[in-house]
T-cell receptor
Framework: NAGVTQTPKFRVLKTGQSMTLLCAQDMNHEYMYWYRQDPGMGLRLIHYSVGEGTTAKGEVPDGYNVSRLKKQNFLLGLESAAPSQTSVYFC??????????FGSGTRLTVV | GEDVEQSLFLSVREGDSSVINCTYTDSSSTYLYWYKQEPGAGLQLLTYIFSNMDMKQDQRLTVLLNKKDKHLSLRIADTQTGDSAIYFCAERTGTASKLTFGTGTRLQVTL
């Protein structure tokens, strides 16, 4: 029973490079979310999805894209990484109750 | 708008009670949550309370909600060193079970 799995756990990118973060959940949750966590700012919602094939913008969507081609997967893409995107990224999933289950995070550094 | 505020730091002695406070601004919040984050880990749901409740108790945890003042608190009885972590409150508002998080309170438990 893995819950929410994020890959990779760590990554260092150069400015301008692209990458995709993968989130997979095995709980048949409808909703999935991507957050970023920065010191002193809590978690901020980047994008979210309420079901397969649907995505929506959160609080801080600029510079990111997402896709939800399968119900169990939610991908977060950075097309051209910037130092301001250095952060810890968390994926979460939930039923409609809002009881989010979080992954263990991806620590991304953009140099 | 949605805004959730917490104090940044709390230090307590082992065996004492800890009280972590949170204020929120959105009166339409339906659920409010407390999450715990240990170093290098994701967020773990501790407890939650529905907006029509005043109090919820779960073993050593007591959640108090003052809806009039938009104030939420988490009391941890008999605080242990294993309780040292960052505690986030979050409110659920609107659709898609989106959560707005506070900045987190770092709880330090001393011997």
């Amino acid at each position: 029973n893995a819950g929410v799995t994020q890959t990779p756990k760590f990554r260092v990118l150069k400015t301008g490079q692209s990458m995709t973060l993968l989130c997979a959940q095995d709980m048949n949750h409808e909703y999935m979310y991507w957050y970023r966590q920065d010191p002193g700012m809590g978690l901020r919602l980047i994008h979210y999805s309420v079901g397969e094939g649907t995505t929506a913008k959160g609080e801080v969507p600029d510079g990111y894209n997402v896709s939800r081609l399968k119900k169990q997967n939610f991908l977060l893409g950075l097309e051209s990484a910037a130092p301001s995107q250095t952060s810890v990224y968390f994926c979460a999933s939930s039923y409609r109750t809002g009881l989010n289950t979080f992954g263990s995070g991806t620590r991304l550094t953009v140099v | 708008g949605e805004d959730v505020e917490q104090s940044l730091f709390l230090s307590v002695r082992e065996g004492d009670s800890s009280v972590i406070n949170c204020t929120y601004t959105d009166s339409s919040s339906t659920y409010l949550y407390w999450y715990k984050q240990e170093p290098g880990a994701g967020l773990q749901l501790l407890t939650y309370i529905f907006s029509n409740m005043d109090m919820k108790q779960d073993q050593r945890l007591t959640v108090l909600l003052n809806k009039k003042d938009k104030h939420l608190s988490l009391r941890i009885a008999d605080t242990q060193t294993g309780d040292s972590a960052i505690y986030f409150c979050a409110e659920r508002t609107g659709t898609a079970s989106k959560l707005t998080f506070g900045t987190g309170t770092r709880l330090q438990v001393t011997l």
